[in-house]
């Protein structure tokens, strides 16, 4: 039987094979993003008819390969608020009480909303395959509307982007006029579209549930495959180290990242460093017995010197893209007073790639990356050279010995050695 992906495949090399011919037989240039070829012939019906076809069996197509997370993480502005309203009234969840298809009508008194309103949410995120209508007229889930009625997470993630992401990206221009060059994580999309002083985190702590919000929809991005903790634990030489190593989390927040490492490799112990709000939450929570002896929670601002000297590995991770390569750097300067020969600052964090370099679909979501990080701290993610101009510039006697993105993972492993005898 032909699959869904596969009619939609050959009516789209239909549909192009059509404008192709149109094109051909009147004289007008092949379809093309070069800059000097016209676009006038979109308002002819023999073209505008074939041209919406293949847009629509390629948006459909984009929503089966990308599956329904990522139909609901790459939504448009609009199209993401429509989908806000769907979870603050509950709309998916609703749709599920009995069988996954009903009337607008029944919906809407499950929602206790007018029914108008609710027809014009559906119908406004149906053309992205949220939801779709049968003929009848009756409202049904698709794979993507389903993942918001039964995964909070998503939920939360959704209304995270509306509340806090999306207004701080859209304001990030306005910001960069206002502070030309500005390296303050207080000086951002963020500060002028929530109107504060403070630096996000900050900002978002002085309100009851948007930290939490913000925990609870990360989750999103931990339990994604490519950010499997088990890319850290098979691309780093634990083993080689000895008996009794010692890995410092900094800012580990509950371990989720070095504690796995302990499972595989019973020589080390780790020590998760953190603010203190988020040690406190962590550090009497209850650990397997084979590795319960081997990790502690302490408090550690890492502007502040590090005093846990000589551990074998410092690890970073997703820690430097949160900030502008001012505090990074500072970040980094803090360790250089506890590191022996031996030891190794272990930077685990996306390294950008250049255009072209990967899939689009990993280029556009580490570039989306990269504007959220601007817009929230004016952090950044960075290319392999911002790396090693980053490191340089923190100190010349640290020295990248790997630079890599494993297989797989979306983060890469950044492997930074100490040579004190270099020259400062
Ligand atoms: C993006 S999270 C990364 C957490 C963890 N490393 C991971 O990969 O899941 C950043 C962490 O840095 C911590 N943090 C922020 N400012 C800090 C500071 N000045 N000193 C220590 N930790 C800090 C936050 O509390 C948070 O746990």
New binding site residues.
């Given amino acids: 039987m032909t699959s869904r992906a596969e009619k939609l495949l050959r009516s789209m090399s239909e549909d192009v094979s059509a404008l192709q011919d149109y094109l051909h037989s009147h004289n007008l240039p092949e379809l093309s993003i070069e800059e000097d070829v016209p676009f006038q012939f979109q308002t002819n019906p023999n073209f505008s008819t074939r041209r919406d076809s293949a847009i629509k069996a390629c948006r459909e197509l984009i929503a089966l390969l990308s599956g329904s997370l990522g139909t609901l993480v790459n939504q448009t502005p609009h199209a993401i608020a429509n989908t806000q309203a769907v979870c603050k009234f509950n709309i998916a969840s609703n749709l599920t009480e009995d069988s996954d298809v009903t009337t607008y009508n029944e919906l809407a008194r499950r929602c206790r909303l007018p029914e108008t309103e609710i027809r014009r949410i559906v119908r406004a995120l149906i053309p992205s395959h949220v939801f779709r209508e049968y003929s009848d007229g009756r409202v049904a889930h698709t794979a993507a509307s389903k993942l918001l009625a039964v995964d909070p997470i998503m939920r939360e993630w959704i209304d995270l982007s509306v509340t806090e992401m999306i207004p701080a990206v859209l304001k990030f221009p306005d910001a960069m006029e206002m502070w030309p060059g500005s390296e303050e994580p207080n000086r951002t999309g963020y500060s002028l579209a929530h109107d504060t002083q403070d630096m996000a ?1 900050a900002h978002m702590a002085k309100f009851p549930g948007r930290s939490e919000r913000f925990m609870a929809a ?1 989750k999103l991005f ?1 339990r994604a495959p490519e950010n499997s903790p088990r890319y850290l634990v098979e691309n780093y030489p634990w083993a080689a180290i000895g008996r009794g190593g010692v890995i410092v ?6 371990g ?3 504690i796995p490492i302990l499972q595989t490799f019973t020589n080390l112990q780790v020590i998760i ?3 203190p ?2 040690i406190g939450k962590f550090d009497d929570r209850e650990l397997p017995d084979n590795i319960k002896d081997r990790v502690s929670f302490t408090v ?5 010197k590090q005093p846990v000297q000589g551990a074998d590995v410092y ?5 430097l ?2 900030w502008s390569d001012t505090y990074a750097i500072n ?1 980094l300067r803090a360790l250089i007073p506890a590191l022996h020969l031996k030891s190794k600052i272990l930077i ?1 964090e996306h390294i950008l790639p250049l255009p072209g370099e990967a899939p689009v679909p990993q280029e556009m979501a580490l570039r989306t990356f990269d504007t959220s990080m601007r817009a929230f701290t004016n952090g950044k993610e960075r290319e392999v050279s911002d790396w090693e101009d980053l490191i340089a510039r923190a100190d010349n006697r640290l020295k990248i010995e790997k630079i890599e993105t494993p297989e797989g993972s979306a983060l890469g492993i950044i492997v930074v050695g100490w040579e004190p005898s270099k020259e400062v």
């Fill in positions: 985190f990360m931990s989390d900094i800012g580990g927040s509950s989720e990242y070095s460093q953190d603010l709000e988020v550690h601002d890492f502007f502040t690890l970073l991770r997703w820690i893209h949160d970040i685990n």
